[in-house]
């Protein structure tokens, strides 16, 4: 089903309830898609709200929408990411499948090794709208103020588990990885992590290192692979 946003709709909105959607979210759907009078449309507002509407009549600056069906989801918070700032085209393609794969927080880390970063806040807001549209995210994902790795380390003990995908270490992934009600997966950067970092990683008590049999990965596709393979286990965990 297409997809809009729209931030302003109201928690109190009825079924059978005509109202008019106004600015961008009108000229994608007019001039982009052109869809027509009696087509469905699901409007977001990014904060679990889900309303399926029928399009009444458009114009080019609004349309009329009559609400078919109102949904609440609630928010899916099983893995944060910790991310050692990539380069900026990487940082977007990550932001993006943040949204698309359900990531609810994102940490921004400064690590040795790691990308200084200049994306404004109005250019993430529009990365993470037009992935939320996409996807039929129903939530928007909380991005963190980059903060050091040492500040990393004290707050990832507050975390069931620590996920570190690494080639350096000796450990191979375990048959029976555990999955915690919260948890958080770290992605280090392309340079990989410095020596000290990597001892202050294997002090945690919560981290578990892992290693796949895989040649080294960019961080926009170990983003993918890692959260593909924990969400794997978690799925096949909630199954026995």
Not at 174 to 193: A, D, Q, V, W, Y
Request: proline content about 2%; charged content about 25%; glycine content about 4%.
């Amino acid at each position: 089903m297409r997809a809009v946003l729209d931030k302003s709709i109201s928690e109190n909105i009825q079924i059978g309830e005509v109202f008019e959607l106004k600015g961008e979210a009108v000229h994608h759907l007019v001039n982009v898609v052109r869809i027509k009078a009696g087509e469905q449309v699901m409007i977001l507002n990014g904060n679990g709200l889900e309303v399926v509407t029928q399009i009444e009549s458009s114009f080019k600056k609004s349309a009329f929408l009559k609400v078919c069906e109102i949904r609440k989801k609630d928010k899916k918070s099983w893995m944060d990411l910790a991310l050692c700032l990539p380069k900026k085209d990487a940082y977007e393609s990550i932001l993006k499948s943040c949204v698309e794969m359900g990531i609810s927080n994102i940490i921004q880390i400064k690590s040795v090794y790691s990308q200084k970063v200049f994306l404004s806040p109005e250019r993430v807001d529009k990365i993470i709208e037009t992935a939320l549209i996409q996807s039929n995210n129903p939530y928007f994902p909380a991005i963190e103020k980059a903060i050091e790795f040492r500040d990393l380390i004290k707050k990832a003990q507050s975390y069931d588990h620590i996920f570190v995908f690494s080639t350096k270490t000796n450990q191979t992934v375990k048959t029976t990885l555990s999955i915690g009600k919260k948890n958080l997966m770290l992605i280090g950067p392309e340079g990989g992590f410095s020596k000290s970092e990597e001892e202050e990683i294997y002090s945690l008590a919560n981290v578990n290192l892992l290693k796949l049999d895989l040649p080294i990965m960019r961080s926009t596709t170990a983003v993918n692979v890692a959260l593909g393979y924990l969400l794997g286990i978690k799925d096949a965990r909630s199954q026995i």
